[in-house]
Nanobody, 124 residues
Framework: QVQVAESGGGLVQAGGSLRLSCAASGRTFSRNAMGWFRQAPGKEREFVAAISSSSGRTYYADSVKGRFTISRDNAKNTVYLQMDSLKPEDTAVYYC?????????????????WGQGTQVTVSS
C-alpha cells in the first residue's frame, strides 16, 4: 500500500510564496510520475502540475504557468510544489497524487494514490 502525504500549506498574502511537499512511501517512487491538483470551495478538483518519474518533463496548468514550479527528489521520495506570486484565486486544498496509468497528465483517473490534501489560503 502506497501512502501519500502533503504538507506546507498555510495562510499567505497575495504576492507571497509557499512551498508544498509531498512524501510518498514505497520503494517504487522513482518509477512513477507525480502530480498536484487543487480544489477550491464550490469547484471541482483541477490539475495544477505534474512531473515525470525522472524529472525530465514537467507540465503545468495555464493558470499557474510561470508562477509555480514542480520538482522531485527521488532519494527522499518527495515531490515539491514551489508557488510564487500567489493570488487569491489560488486558494484551495492542494492534493498530491501518484500517477499509476498511462494517459493525459491532467486526467485524474490515471492517478491511483492520493493524499488527504493541504489547505492554501491567499489573502488579498
Amino acid at each position: 500500500q502506497v501512502q501519500v502525504a502533503e504538507s506546507g500549506g498555510g495562510l499567505v498574502q497575495a504576492g507571497g510564496s509557499l512551498r508544498l511537499s509531498c512524501a510518498a512511501s514505497g520503494r517504487t517512487f522513482s518509477r512513477n510520475a507525480m502530480g498536484w491538483f487543487r480544489q477550491a470551495p464550490g469547484k471541482e478538483r483541477e490539475f495544477v502540475a505534474a512531473i515525470s518519474s525522472s524529472s525530465g518533463r514537467t507540465y503545468y496548468a495555464d493558470s499557474v504557468k510561470g508562477r509555480f514550479t514542480i520538482s522531485r527528489d527521488n532519494a527522499k521520495n518527495t515531490v515539491y510544489l514551489q508557488m510564487d506570486s500567489l493570488k487569491p484565486e489560488d486558494t484551495a486544498v492542494y492534493y498530491c497524487a501518484r500517477r499509476g496509468e498511462v494517459g493525459g497528465v491532467s486526467d485524474q483517473s490515471t492517478y491511483d494514490y492520493w493524499g488527504q490534501g493541504t489547505q492554501v489560503t491567499v489573502s488579498s
